[in-house]
Protein backbone atom coordinates (compact mmCIF):
# COMPACT_ATOMS: atom_id res chain seq x y z
CA UNK A 1 0.00 0.00 0.00
CA UNK A 2 1.49 3.43 -1.28
CA UNK A 3 2.25 5.57 1.82
CA UNK A 4 0.20 8.59 0.43
CA UNK A 5 -2.94 6.33 0.60
CA UNK A 6 -1.90 5.00 4.16
CA UNK A 7 -1.70 8.53 5.00
CA UNK A 8 -4.86 9.33 3.83
CA UNK A 9 -6.65 6.89 5.34
CA UNK A 10 -5.41 7.10 8.50
CA UNK A 11 -6.16 11.16 8.20
CA UNK A 12 -9.65 10.25 6.99
CA UNK A 13 -9.84 7.84 10.53
CA UNK A 14 -8.77 10.34 12.62
CA UNK A 15 -11.14 13.34 11.18
CA UNK A 16 -14.06 11.12 11.43
CA UNK A 17 -12.69 9.78 15.14
CA UNK A 18 -12.79 13.97 16.10
CA UNK A 19 -15.51 14.53 14.82
CA UNK A 20 -17.58 11.62 16.50
CA UNK A 21 -15.96 12.64 19.85
CA UNK A 22 -18.73 15.04 20.10
CA UNK A 23 -21.37 13.11 20.49
CA UNK A 24 -19.79 11.12 23.37
CA UNK A 25 -21.56 11.41 26.33
CA UNK A 26 -20.60 12.31 29.77
CA UNK A 27 -20.60 8.57 31.15
CA UNK A 28 -18.57 7.62 28.10
CA UNK A 29 -15.98 10.34 28.77
CA UNK A 30 -16.20 9.62 32.55
CA UNK A 31 -15.14 6.28 32.07
CA UNK A 32 -12.48 6.83 29.98
CA UNK A 33 -10.93 9.54 32.29
CA UNK A 34 -11.53 6.89 34.81
CA UNK A 35 -9.49 4.63 33.21
CA UNK A 36 -6.90 7.03 31.88
CA UNK A 37 -6.20 8.34 35.60
CA UNK A 38 -6.16 4.44 37.00
CA UNK A 39 -3.22 3.52 34.73
CA UNK A 40 -1.53 6.34 35.18
CA UNK A 41 -1.36 5.76 38.77
CA UNK A 42 -0.17 2.10 38.12
CA UNK A 43 2.51 3.52 35.66
CA UNK A 44 3.70 6.16 38.73
CA UNK A 45 3.14 3.40 41.05
CA UNK A 46 5.21 0.99 39.10
CA UNK A 47 8.16 3.86 38.52
CA UNK A 48 8.61 4.63 42.07
CA UNK A 49 9.21 0.98 43.45
CA UNK A 50 12.50 0.84 45.16
CA UNK A 51 14.65 -1.07 42.91
CA UNK A 52 16.16 -3.08 46.26
CA UNK A 53 12.32 -4.30 46.97
CA UNK A 54 11.64 -5.41 43.44
CA UNK A 55 15.34 -7.83 43.59
CA UNK A 56 13.78 -9.25 46.63
CA UNK A 57 10.49 -9.92 45.74
CA UNK A 58 11.90 -10.98 42.52
CA UNK A 59 14.48 -13.62 44.52
CA UNK A 60 11.89 -14.85 46.56
CA UNK A 61 10.90 -17.88 44.03
CA UNK A 62 14.26 -18.89 43.90
CA UNK A 63 15.69 -18.18 47.57
CA UNK A 64 16.27 -22.36 48.59
CA UNK A 65 16.25 -21.44 52.50
CA UNK A 66 12.50 -21.07 52.99
CA UNK A 67 10.50 -23.94 54.53
CA UNK A 68 8.13 -26.18 51.45
CA UNK A 69 4.33 -24.84 51.90
CA UNK A 70 3.24 -28.19 52.40
CA UNK A 71 5.46 -28.41 55.90
CA UNK A 72 3.43 -29.22 58.85
CA UNK A 73 5.54 -27.95 61.44
CA UNK A 74 4.55 -24.83 59.79
CA UNK A 75 0.63 -25.06 60.84
CA UNK A 76 -0.52 -24.07 64.32
CA UNK A 77 -0.82 -26.37 66.43
CA UNK A 78 -4.85 -27.48 67.24
CA UNK A 79 -6.54 -29.11 69.56
CA UNK A 80 -9.25 -30.77 67.74
CA UNK A 81 -10.84 -33.68 68.34
CA UNK A 82 -13.64 -35.28 65.85
CA UNK A 83 -17.17 -36.08 67.29
CA UNK A 84 -17.94 -39.69 68.34
Known amino acids: MPNKLREKMLFNLAHSLLREAGS ?9 LLFFSFFIGVVVWAFRLKKNYL ?17 TDSLPSTNYEPRP
Open 24 to 32: VNGYGLFSF
Open 55 to 71: NHMGELPLDSGERPIHS
